[in-house]
């Protein structure tokens, strides 16, 4: 069994970089599929849910060659990819849930398992299918896969999405830029991420209006041919940096963050006291008081990111004052507010609202991650917290954030990956 062991009390100071993004790295390698021949990516994370989507590609049947030390991912893709996706691959990442649109679009079929809810909610599928139904694929789904076919070409068609669904506006976006005519997704979400793989398919040759707003209008092209794209940087690990920083009262600079996708966060931390720099290459964020709490609401971007909710709770356990946390997208997000509680935080949950009442001090404890979010809550907790607390399950932490631990130890925390036999 492993867990982060962290000796809270540091304050962070120095540099860290961030990657490209996860939530958009993941979906570019999903949308090289739409061309036959070599996709290169740069700024790639050595994270494991690439891992995980490199295996699956190579299942498909391309050639994925990850290059850690130059940040590089090639992807060669056959003529006509194998179209399955299985349980084993896709119950570790959800994300495979991309491939749907893209190997439709590519080969007339796509069967891919039916993720389980992730330890954050139940996230329906349903805007993906109706989606893609509009567009001329009939969906089943069938002893545990979600099973899409088209008879002919797909074609383009109007789709209102009831709500600004990340995946589903992906899917959508990669299934119809090969189908024939023009396609509409409107009330569609407007992440960078999105907007970075807007990035990829135009220079791969589809042809897409509206980036980066709510409705996009897509004229289908034949074909698609392979490209180099450089991954957009991670806004939630810069922002989980900028609140450490808020937190331990320190001074950290994170090179390659973009302060333009993390505004209402960035604003946020001001409001609580931080003092926030916008560099050439990324941000500086100090903090010399302990910070004040702060509302958050969680929305669809440009709104408060939901992946950013646990480290706001973390900041305001220890702020001064209370503040009120809603969290919008996922309902069961609030399950790591009992870790916090073993930690001595005073949160109350009531329905998607959660009431936090700062404390002078947090108190160690052990306390187990349930999703990446929720660990990198924690382990913000414990860098501040009295004593010793041991974050368990620390896989989570490493499906989003490269050498954390690395760089939390360079920034001057007294953090350690540990073996912990069960029984001592
Ligand atoms: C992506 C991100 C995740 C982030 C989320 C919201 C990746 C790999 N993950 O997840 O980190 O927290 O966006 O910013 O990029 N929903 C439905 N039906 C659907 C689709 C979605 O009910 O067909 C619901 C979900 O249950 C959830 C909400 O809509 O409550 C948001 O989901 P969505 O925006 O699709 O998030 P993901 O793409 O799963």
New binding site residues.
């Given amino acids: 069994m492993e867990a982060f062991r962290i000796v809270g009390g540091a304050r962070l100071a120095g540099e860290v970089r961030v990657t490209g993004a996860k ?1 958009s790295v ?1 979906k570019l390698m999903a949308a090289a599929l739409l061309a036959e021949g070599t996709t290169v990516l740069h700024e790639v994370p050595h994270i494991l849910d690439v891992e995980y989507m490199a295996e699956l590609l190579r299942r498909l049947g391309c050639v994925v060659v990850h290059d850690v030390p130059t940040r590089t991912v090639s992807i060669t893709v056959p003529e006509v990819p194998f179209h399955k996706a299985d349980y084993d691959l896709v119950r570790k990442l ?2 495979s849930i991309n491939v749907l649109g893209p190997l439709l679009a590519r080969c007339g079929e796509a069967d891919v398992a039916l993720p389980g809810g992730d330890a954050i ?8 299918v109706a989606g893609l139904e509009r567009l001329g694929a009939t969906v089943r789904s069938e002893h545990g896969f979600l099973i899409a076919t088209r008879a002919e070409r797909l074609h383009g068609a109007t789709v209102w999405l009831d ?1 600004p ?4 506006t992906e899917n959508l976006l990669m299934a119809s830029v090969l189908a024939k005519g023009t396609t509409v997704i409107d009330n569609a ?1 407007r ?1 960078p ?1 999105i907007v970075d793989v807007c990035g990829l398919l135009l220079s791969m040759g589809a042809q897409i209006d509206g980036v980066g707003t709510s409705t996009l209008e897509i004229e289908g092209v034949e074909s698609l041919a392979p490209a180099e794209h450089t991954t957009v940087p991670d806004r939630l690990v810069a922002g989980t940096w900028a609140v450490a920083a808020t937190m331990t009262r320190g001074d950290v600079t994170v090179r390659n963050a973009r302060a333009d996708h993390l505004e209402i966060a960035l604003d946020k931390l001001v409001r609580a006291g931080a003092l926030v720099d916008e560099l050439d290459d990324g941000i500086r964020v100090r903090c010399y008081d302990r910070p004040r709490a702060v509302d958050v609401v969680t929305l ?1 971007y440009p709104g408060f ?3 950013l909710q646990p480290q706001f709770i973390a900041l305001n356990s220890i702020a001064r004052g209370a503040a009120m946390v809603t969290e919008n ?2 309902e069961a997000r609030f399950r790591f507010v009992n870790e916090m509680v073993r930690l001595g935080a005073d949160v109350r949950t009531d329905g998607h609202h959660a009431m936090v009442r700062g404390k002078q001090s947090l108190s160690g404890a052990p306390v187990e991650a349930a999703d990446i979010r929720a660990g990198a809550g924690l382990v913000l907790a414990g860098l501040v917290a009295d004593g010793v607390t041991m974050v368990f399950e620390p896989h989570h932490v490493d499906r989003g954030y490269e050498g954390f631990v690395a760089d939390l130890v360079r920034l001057g925390a007294d953090v350690a990956r540990v073996s912990v036999n069960e029984l001592a």
């Fill in positions: 939530n993941l959800r994300a909610g139940s996230r329906g599928l349903d805007m993906h709500f669904s990340v995946g589903a979400a992440e991420e669809p990111p939901t992946d997208l996922f």
